[in-house]
């Protein structure tokens, strides 16, 4: 096995040379069969172990057993210990997502404090297949059939080419010691009964199973590949980002034969989970809208519109001394005397100074908010009409902020001037306001 896995390295892995690397080793067969094959091709290697302590005694034993084999061997060695199940508790998730959650994270810091470039698990053949087959149980798309990946960003599974037994040989013939982990033998984890129970029989009708499972992966992956390329192709038609947030045009969604793949393509990242509603969100009125736990998808007019959730409070308030001549946050506008008029945008207003009140208020508009748009007459006009004439969607109106003079509207900002501040023929001291880009 030795030869085949530097082989396999060596075709692809070679950006591991050189690199210092750190083995996630828990101290099970897997992970010190890992650790035997790197220390024998001579890599730069660190040892990292998590102590969950979920198994009492057993995980300080396990715990041991790897401090004295990195000391042994000579090998930099780094442990921790999580309250894992107060951890799982806590954020409300489950005994294995929530060592998970721990695991990575510390690796991640490992990676920066002590300078390794990249973190190597011992995920094999076997743990593959069985990942395939909790998601098909649990009902998937395209990507839980694809299996463990090669690589994510820093995290690289050399072993995924290798069998369980092929492991089981290596670390005989080679006398490696390892610790047994009582869980394994316990069905109470579906992993754990898809590999007891369901994985023998597979193995059963075909002894080559393993083998025609990585060559149904292979194809899986190049067919994902292919739809995400289409995926690509199809969104540059359809969708337009400004800033962060994305408009999906509709009418183009939906001559699309399949369109709810490619919003399916689109919005996993977003971690929406609710595919039924999103598609149903299509047809429905203007107003409805999803949740993701960041980010919300609404349904305005022609449009699909994700954005991310914005949980500034809605009473934020910024004030603006009469001397200011310039603000920043929120918005970015300036302030400064003006001797010409020049209407020639709606981010530009000319005011009538002494009819101000500082400080004045910058703010989101709440309901029943009104104004005398500039050349009514003084005729008042609600806000939410306003944006209602002016076709705004629900995440524009959200981004909306009104300049204030003593609770009186003086700019709804981008969109409309207040009459009341207008400059008049005996207006002597006129203040020009900008929004600035």
Wanted: charged share 25%; glycine share 4%.
């Amino acid at each position: 096995m030795l030869q085949k896995f530097q082989n396999h390295l060596l075709d692809n892995f070679q950006f591991l040379n050189g690199k210092k690397i750190l083995l996630a080793t828990s101290g099970g067969k897997d992970s010190m069969v890992m650790l035997h094959l790197f220390q024998e091709l001579d890599y730069n290697i660190g040892i990292a172990h998590c102590n969950f302590q979920l198994r009492g005694v057993e995980s300080f034993q396990d715990q041991n057993f790897v401090q004295e084999y990195a000391a042994a061997n000579n090998i930099p060695v780094f442990i921790t210990q999580f309250d894992t199940k107060a951890f799982a508790e806590d954020y409300k998730v489950s005994t294995q997502v929530a060592a998970r959650e721990l695991r990575y994270n510390w690796f991640y810091e490992l990676l920066g404090t002590e300078k390794f470039d990249f973190i190597l698990t011992a995920h094999h053949a076997d743990d593959n297949l069985e990942t395939f087959l909790i998601n098909l149980s649990r009902g998937t798309g395209l990507d839980g059939l694809t299996g463990i990946p090669k690589q994510n960003e820093k995290i690289v599974r050399p072993l995924l080419a290798f069998s369980q037994e092929e492991m089981e040989q290596y670390a005989r013939f080679n006398d490696i010691k390892w610790r047994e982990d009582s869980s394994n033998a316990s069905d109470k984890y579906l992993r754990n009964k898809i590999r007891h129970h369901l994985v023998p029989i597979l193995k059963d009708l075909n002894p080559n199973f393993l083998s025609s499972f990585y060559k149904t992966q292979t194809y899986l992956q190049e067919a994902q590949d292919m739809v995400e390329d289409a995926s690509i192709m199809i969104y540059q038609q359809v969708a337009k980002q400004e800033e962060d947030t994305i408009y999906f045009d509709l009418k183009k969604l939906k001559k699309l034969p399949n369109y709810k793949s490619y919003l399916y393509q689109w919005l996993k990242e977003f971690e929406f989970s609710a595919w039924d509603d999103i598609y149903d969100l299509v047809e429905s009125q203007s107003g409805k809208y999803i949740f993701s736990p960041e980010y919300r998808l609404l349904k305005d007019r022609n449009s699909l519109i994700l954005s991310p959730i914005h949980l500034e409070n809605k009473e934020e308030k910024y004030f603006i001394t009469e001397n200011q001549i310039e603000v920043k946050v929120p918005l970015n506008l300036s302030f400064c005397k003006a001797a010409d008029i020049s209407f020639d945008s709606n981010k530009t207003i000319f005011v009538d100074a002494d009819k101000l009140q500082y400080p004045l208020i910058l703010r989101h508009w709440n309901k029943g908010d009104s104004f005398q748009p500039f050349g009514m007459n003084g005729k008042s006009k609600k806000v939410s009409k306003l944006f209602k004439d002016e076709k705004l969607s629900l995440v524009e109106k959200e981004n909306s902020w009104l300049l204030c003079s003593n609770d009186e509207i003086v700019w709804i900002i981008g969109l409309r001037q207040d009459e009341r501040f207008k400059i008049e023929n005996t207006t002597t001291n006129r203040l020009k306001i900008q929004l600035e880009e």
